[in-house]
């Protein structure tokens, strides 16, 4: 895909979200898009940095773009090839413990904290920093066996007692929506996540006042995402095209 096709896809991509947002009620500013760069080579994501900053030079007032990577192994690859623009990138898929050191390196927030042992792992290695990681805890809203996550009814709990760790700070929740064609169950889920933000933020447990943040919302469902409450959607495919398909096993 060339630059300009980029460039045009997340201009229309920005145009979907402050769509979407007048909808709502809300200022479009209120939203941050996060580009999934998932086997997405370094030309294509610079391609799109590069038209973020010229659309914010041209008098653009969006939030500059979010840059999100599932797997380690490419946030790695990647990163130090766009270090020169200084974007910030979160991991937004599960995190293994052995990888933590890596991620770390280079992600400033992981979103993908489901269960004690990550949060714990991830507060050992930061713990002595200046500046706080920023951690989101990601719920299975939908139920399904496939997706990763807490249990709704799990995450307040959850939340709370990452809050306490040293080195964190609990910025939001996560989530992947349903998959389903009725937009009633898609938006029953974003709701839901919104929900339990909302009741750790009114817990007063320390360490949750500023957990505002709603990481909800891809590229087929953002609109149904921020119309319940999304603060950041994740969107490859509307911005970058159809993922290579994965390279076929070698005959032996």
């Known amino acids: 895909m060339s630059s300009e096709d980029v460039a045009r896809r997340l201009a229309q991509v920005r145009d979907r979200v402050a769509t979407a947002c007048t909808a709502a009620g809300r200022g479009a500013d209120e939203v941050q898009v996060l580009l999934a760069s998932k086997t997405m080579d370094v030309a294509t994501v610079r391609a799109a940095l590069l038209a973020d900053a010229a659309a914010r030079d041209a008098g ?38 052995n990888k933590v050191n890596a991620a770390l390196r280079w992600a400033s927030a992981v979103e993908s904290v489901a269960d004690d042992a990550l949060a714990r792992r991830l507060s050992d290695r930061v713990r002595e920093r200046d500046v706080p990681l920023d951690v989101w805890v990601q719920v299975n809203v939908s139920g399904e066996a496939t997706k990763h996550g807490a ?8 939340a709370a007692r990452v809050a306490a760790l040293p080195g964190l700070r609990l910025a939001g929740f996560m989530t992947v929506g349903a998959r389903s064609t ?42 149904m995402a921020v119309a319940e409450g999304a603060t950041v959607v994740r969107v490859g495919t509307a911005v970058f095209g159809s993922r290579p398909a994965p390279a076929a096993p070698a005959a032996g």
């Open 60 to 97: 653009s007032t969006a939030p500059p773009v979010l840059l999100g990577e599932n797997r380690v192994q490419e946030l790695v690859a990647k990163a130090p090839a766009l270090v020169d623009l200084s974007p910030t990138w979160h991991v937004i898929g599960p995190l293994q413990s």
């Open 182 to 223: 009725d937009e009633r169950v898609v938006r029953a889920g974003f709701a839901r996540l919104r929900d339990v933000r909302d009741e750790v933020v009114r817990s007063g447990a320390p360490g949750t006042g500023d957990a505002h943040g709603l990481s909800m919302g891809m590229s087929g469902d953002l609109e």
């Open 151 to 158: 249990e709704p009814a799990a995450a307040a709990d959850l």
